[in-house]
Structure formats: structure tokens, C-alpha cells
């Protein structure tokens, strides 16, 4: 169980407790930094909306002691669109998972990217569909082994930073469960954000995709995570493509840090809802 901070604590539905996340599972850690991050900024989540897909990542958004919204597979976007519209002075903070996010709710990804709605969306990726039985994502790297590849991905997976900023996006990040003080630092740059912010997080799932590809343990998923030594803060122009190493069935190599930032007005703006561009 996620041993939350007193601080933390007062953000949590504890009556929900136990959770369900498997021991190892790397969506608690970055659970616990964001509630570290939310329990600086917010005495209480009053002003704040959840709104989360169908998986492991998305199940955390129930813990949460706020309002909280758990959609159908893949359309957390379009809920939270409506939400932002109707209600301009909430925080609407999007969680959602690599299949959830960029498989079944991929279209929509794109189009709040390119929408430049005032929406912060933390995308969990561990390479897996974890809660529906490990099937294949598109994020899964060649060569690793699935409920739905038992002979190996023969795909190449999305680099979904480089997707949602190439959709419009005008903040976009990647962290790791590993480094959760570079999470912490993004996702409250994310949550300042005026426009579409979007936070990859690299997480693993100890019960599917470790255990299927014989990685070892949750601390083991970690601490490979740890020698990628991933470039943080990487500029445009040095960031490094995806480089599949399926022989050893792990990631590859992902810039990490803040990949994108710039200003533009959010459709809310355009819709003349909120004031001007900040
Ligand atoms: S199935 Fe995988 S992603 Fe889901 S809780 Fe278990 S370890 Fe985490």
C-alpha cells in the first residue's frame, strides 16, 4: 500500500483503501508524486477535477478526495473537454495510460493537442495494457513479449511526446517513475500551464510485462530505469530516436524533462470564455 505523507494524506478518499495496484507497481510511485505536488499547491482539491480513462493508471484518479470522473476506455479527453468548457475555472487534470491513451483514445489525444484546450493530461506509460490481461500497446518495444505477441512485437512503438507535440501541443514533458523529483518539477510546470500540457511518464508493470519478459522484480524495472541515463532537458536537436533493442526486450533510450513549451491561445480563449492570452 502507498504510504502517503499526513500532508498527502488529507487529499485521499482512505475509505477506498486498500488500493489495487500490484506490489512493485510503478503507477503508485507516480501516484505519490503527484499527490506530492497537489498536496503543496491545494489545501483542499475543491477547485480541481480528475477525469481518467479504464486501466491501472487511470483506476488511481478514485483515490483521489475531489471530483472525480472514470470514463469509458480511451475517452477521458473528450469528458474533460466538455467538463473545461462548461466549467472554465476548474483544474482539470487528465490521467490515462499508453492503451488507454494513445491506442483506443489516440484520435482524441491528437485533437486536444491540437485544440490547445487549457487541460493537464499525465500519460502513464509502461508498455502495456496492465489491467485488461497485458496485451500488446502501442508503445510496447520490439521484441517483447505479450499476452497478444507470445513470439515477440514485430511493431515499433509510438514516441508520444514527439507525437503530441507534433499534434499542437504547447507544453510537453517526460519523466520516469525512477526520477520522481523530475516528475514532480514537470508536472507543476504542467499544471501553470495556460494550453494543452501533456506528461509522459515511463512506469512499469511488474505483473504482466515484467514477469512475462523475465525482467526481474518491480526494484529491478526500476533500477534499469536508472541506466538508461536518459538526457534531461534535451534541446529539439539532440533529442534521440527511438532505438529498439528487442534482442533485450527493455526501452530504449527517451529524452526526459521538459521537451517542449511555447504560448498560443487555448480554445477556451478563442471561444472567448477566459480572458486573453497570459
Ligand atoms: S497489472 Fe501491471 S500496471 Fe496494473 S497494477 Fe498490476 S503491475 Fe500495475
Redesign the pocket.
Known amino acids: 500500500m502507498i504510504e502517503a505523507a499526513p500532508t498527502e494524506k488529507r487529499l485521499l478518499r482512505l475509505d477506498m483503501m486498500p488500493h489495487?495496484?500490484?506490489?512493485?507497481?510503478?503507477?503508485?510511485i507516480v501516484f505519490d508524486a503527484m499527490l506530492r505536488v497537489l498536496a503543496r499547491r491545494y489545501e483542499t482539491l475543491d477547485g480541481v477535477a480528475f477525469v481518467a480513462g479504464i486501466?491501472?493508471?487511470s483506476?488511481v484518479v478514485g483515490y483521489v478526495d475531489s471530483a472525480t470522473m472514470h470514463t469509458t476506455h480511451g475517452r477521458p479527453l473528450t469528458f474533460a473537454t466538455g467538463l473545461k468548457l462548461a466549467r472554465p475555472d476548474l483544474k482539470v487534470i487528465v490521467v490515462t495510460?499508453d492503451g488507454d491513451g494513445l491506442s483506443i483514445g489516440g484520435n482524441h489525444l491528437i485533437h486536444a493537442a491540437r485544440r490547445n484546450i487549457d487541460l493537464t493530461c499525465v500519460l502513464?506509460n509502461?508498455e502495456?495494457y496492465?489491467?485488461t490481461g497485458?496485451q500488446l500497446a502501442p508503445t510496447t518495444v520490439p521484441g517483447a513479449f505479450t499476452s497478444t505477441s507470445p513470439e515477440g512485437n514485430h511493431e515499433e512503438p509510438f514516441d508520444a511526446a514527439r507525437l503530441v507535440e507534433a499534434a499542437g501541443a504547447t507544453f510537453v514533458a517526460r519523466a520516469q517513475s525512477f526520477r520522481t523529483r523530475l516528475f514532480e518539477e514537470v508536472f507543476a510546470e504542467a499544471l501553470d500551464h495556460p494550453g494543452f500540457s501533456f506528461v509522459e511518464v515511463l512506469?512499469?508493470?511488474?505483473?504482466?510485462?515484467?514477469r512475462t519478459n523475465h525482467l526481474g522484480t518491480?526494484a529491478d524495472l526500476l533500477f534499469a530505469q536508472g541506466r538508461e541515463e536518459p538526457a534531461v532537458d534535451a534541446d529539439l536537436a539532440t533529442r534521440p530516436t527511438l532505438r529498439p533493442v528487442p534482442e533485450k526486450r527493455t526501452r530504449p533510450t527517451l529524452a526526459t524533462g521538459v521537451l517542449h513549451r511555447s504560448r498560443r491561445s487555448t480554445l477556451e480563449e478563442a471561444m472567448g470564455l477566459v480572458g486573453g492570452a497570459r
Open positions: 489495487m495496484l500490484c506490489p512493485g507497481c510503478g503507477h503508485g486501466g491501472c493508471s483506476r495510460g502513464f509502461n502495456i496492465g489491467m497485458g512506469t512499469d508493470c511488474t505483473e504482466y510485462f515484467g518491480g
